[in-house]
């Protein structure tokens, strides 16, 4: 029996060391494993931070984006009410003017948008009267664009 006994320890021994380097490798393997995972975690805890901040960014350009767009759309209507006023006073000055004579100046215009817009502000007896006057050519452009304004209702008149 203490034969057997002294044999049983020897192979519990040869068995112990030739586990011992498996278990060590293991416990390599389960340390690296953990600071990978600590790793990781770091990470994840980093893109979280960084996609609120991104959040957090894109909220105030939106933001910014819609004050800009209300500031813009002021802007563009403080144009037009001085573009309407414009047009109102030129269409007193050319409805104090000789009927030829304005109609002579309103025939050099380049643009038939704006002779359009100043004879929408006059009275239309007095713009009737100057464009007797108007080139023919010049005409047609602005009763063409007169109509549209009309369709529109008034883009150039407050």
Known sequence: MKGLSTRFF???TAVSLLLHPAFA?????????KKEIERLMSLREEVKSLIEKNRELLKKIEQERQKLKREREEFERQV?????ERYKKLAQVFSKMDPELAGQKISAFSDPKEAAYILYNMKPRKAGEILNYVDPKMVNEIVRILTSI????GAGKS
């Open 80 to 84: 037009r009410e001085v573009e309407a």
């Open 150 to 153: 009309k369709a529109g209702d």
């Open 25 to 33: 490798q293991e416990k390599v393997e389960l340390k690296e494993a």
């Open 10 to 12: 020897t192979v519990a």
